[in-house]
């Protein structure tokens, strides 16, 4: 059984870092990209960054680009979201999401696994 499971949320002030974790189990993921999406509240599902298992190339959507990181510790089992310089407009849900390696980053559709999510909250 595949499972993702998310943690590391919080509460945090703008400025502040938070470190996200992904534990992934139930199957070889060297074949898949891992994601990061977030749902802010009364928004859609957003493509946030992505990291492939096995070469680690990485992408991110521009609104996090410079103060999000994605890694993975394939030891481990892990992907992470490195965050800093949070904004308030960074307040969201993250999720962790697998999908096929050949797929498109940005549509949820193309990703078949999900973790349940944690919720990331910046005050100002």
């Known amino acids: 059984q595949v499972q993702l499971v998310d943690s590391g949320g919080g509460l945090v002030q703008a400025g502040d870092s938070l470190r996200l974790s992904c534990a992934v189990s139930g199957r070889t993921f060297s074949s898949y990209a891992m994601g990061w999406f977030r749902q802010a509240p009364g928004k859609e599902r957003e493509f946030v960054a992505r990291?492939?298992?096995?070469?680690?190339?990485?992408y991110y959507a521009d609104s996090v680009k410079g103060r999000f990181t994605i890694s993975r510790d394939i030891a481990k089992n892990t992907v992470f979201l490195q965050m800093n310089s949070l904004k308030p407009e960074d307040t969201a849900v993250y999720y962790c999401a697998a999908r096929g390696l050949y797929l498109s980053d940005y549509a949820r559709s193309n990703y078949a696994y999900w973790g349940q999510g944690t919720q990331v909250t910046v005050s100002s």
């Open positions: 990291i492939t298992w096995s070469s680690g190339m990485t």
